[in-house]
């Protein structure tokens, strides 16, 4: 996989009293203001998350997932992990877990254009 | 050796994406290898990869930044700007105003870096310039739309900020030239990535034909995806192949000759260059000298972009990219 394709973060999957935390890498070379970055979806294990209460944090702020088509003036810095807050999802540290996510870039000055990128990854919880 | 009163060399730390996009350096550590390895002393930096606080950089970073540079001894030639219209996907584009002010947050940052010019791009509609150039001359910074595939010399929006840029009549604006608009073939490193990554060589020979054939590169890439998926290619294949739409197109290598004039900074896109000093794609020895003899005198920047799809050493790549370019030059 190459650089840029990488959407999971190297700090990986955390258990938090909030739930799950992933690490989430912003697959393009540049940053982009968070409203063009989708994500097209998460399984655990072979099982679809729901993600209708799931939370983005990054640099001191938190959006609600499904909020985020608003933020056209937060960065993304591209060098960053931002991180997918899953309030619904239990895990325990020290537990392996296969995890598929996937992110997608609407890169904001090609209009129509959107990259699909998916990563399976066997992450242990931190 | 280059001619002194020719084309400059250096580099945009863009070639180094993976390097960066890894982690294997910070941002001071990079320069200081750039400037190690003797790959400026002019650069490039896109703003918005490395620089967090793009497009408001505090005056305090700004400080950071030139301490670094006064301690490397590299010379911060040009700041790409990006002109984000499409902030919501499938939504129309921000207001004019919002455009215009998007840009100038950029411009400022830039000037105070200490940047002599930008790098803009077309996505800035061509009637919002007259709204831009004063304030550009205001500040003291120039701008150059960078010319990048699948736009060309010929190109009509090209051809539309030619007309503008004669009726503005103002010495801060001009072209920036990317090669890739003008690649003679898809680089071979790039067809082995996709057949690394699974993709049939007969998707690639579709590739290669459609490729070549007249027409706007969404069109083309339109037209690749729906006989792939006609004929059982895997969806993230075409997607790998279909990149060669969108950063090359095979326009006439000569064709740059019309905009030498006002040209003010090159990007030196390439993809591969072997021991030979031979780069794959893209015909450097057709080129240079249209630049060299019509009497460039600006940078032109080495970018490397097979990051895109390999991950071979980015550095060895612009230090040969460099020597073809002076070897072509001093020829």
Same mark, same amino acid.
């Given at each position: ?18 739930? =799950?935390?992933?690490?989430? &890498? ?5 940053? @982009? *203001?968070?409203?063009? !970055?989708?994500? %097209? ?32 003036? =937060?960065?993304?810095?591209? &060098? ?5 807050? @899953? *309030?619904?999802?239990? !895990?325990?540290? %020290? ?32 | ?331």
């Amino acid at each position: 996989m190459l650089p840029v394709e990488r959407v999971i973060g190297e700090e990986g999957l955390t258990a938090t009293p909030a739930g =799950a935390r992933l690490a989430m &890498r912003l697959p393009w070379y540049r940053s @982009l *203001p968070f409203s063009t !970055v989708e994500v %097209g979806g998460l399984s655990i294990d072979g099982a679809v998350v729901d993600l209708s209460g799931a939370l983005v944090e990054y640099d001191g702020n938190r959006w609600p997932l499904a909020q985020l088509g608003e933020q056209t003036n =937060a960065f993304w810095f591209v &060098r960053d992990s931002a991180f997918l807050v @899953l *309030p619904d999802v239990s !895990v325990t540290a %020290g537990s392996q877990h296969d995890v598929a996510l996937t992110v997608n870039v609407n890169p904001p000055y090609i209009p129509g254009m959107k990259r699909t990128n998916p990563q399976v990854a066997t992450l242990t919880v931190n | 050796m280059t001619n002194p009163t020719g084309p400059q060399m250096g580099v945009t730390l863009y070639s180094f994406t993976n390097e960066w996009l890894t982690r294997q350096f910070e941002l001071p550590g990079l320069m200081r290898e750039v400037a190690r390895r003797n790959l400026g002393p002019n650069i490039e930096i896109i703003g918005f990869q490395n620089f967090k606080e793009f497009p408001d950089v505090s005056d305090d970073f700004a400080a950071q930044f030139k301490d670094l540079i006064a301690e490397t001894g590299l010379n911060p030639v040009s700041c790409a700007i990006n002109s984000d219209r499409f902030l919501k996907p499938g939504q129309q584009p921000i207001d004019d105003a919002s455009l215009i002010e998007y840009h100038k947050r950029q411009l400022r940052s830039a000037k105070k870096m200490g940047f002599s010019l930008v790098r803009y791009q077309f996505a800035l509609p061509v009637e919002l310039l007259p709204e831009i150039a004063p304030y550009a001359e205001d500040i003291g910074i120039r701008m150059g739309v960078e010319v990048h595939a699948p736009m060309w010399a010929g190109h009509p929006a090209v051809q539309a900020y030619a007309e503008m840029y004669d009726k503005l009549n103002t010495p801060v604006l001009g072209w920036i030239p990317d090669f890739g608009g003008t690649a003679s073939r898809i680089p071979e490193s790039m067809l082995n990535a996709a057949r690394a990554a699974g993709a049939a060589e007969s998707l690639l020979d579709k590739l290669k034909e459609v490729w070549l054939e007249p027409g706007m590169s969404h069109e083309k890439a339109g037209r690749l995806r729906e006989w792939a998926l006609a004929n059982g290619h895997a969806p993230l294949h075409i997607q790998s192949a279909s990149l060669a739409f969108f950063i090359l197109s095979n326009n006439d290598p000569k064709s740059w000759a019309a905009l030498v004039d006002r040209t003010i900074h090159i990007h030196g896109k390439f993809y591969g260059v072997g021991e030979d000093l031979v780069e794959e794609a893209i015909d450097y020895a057709t080129i240079l000298p249209l630049f060299r003899d019509g009497g460039f005198t600006g940078t032109i920047v080495s970018e490397w972009e097979g990051h895109a799809y390999c991950t071979v050493d980015a550095f060895e790549q612009v230090e040969r990219h460099q020597a073809m370019c002076r070897k072509i030059l001093a020829g």
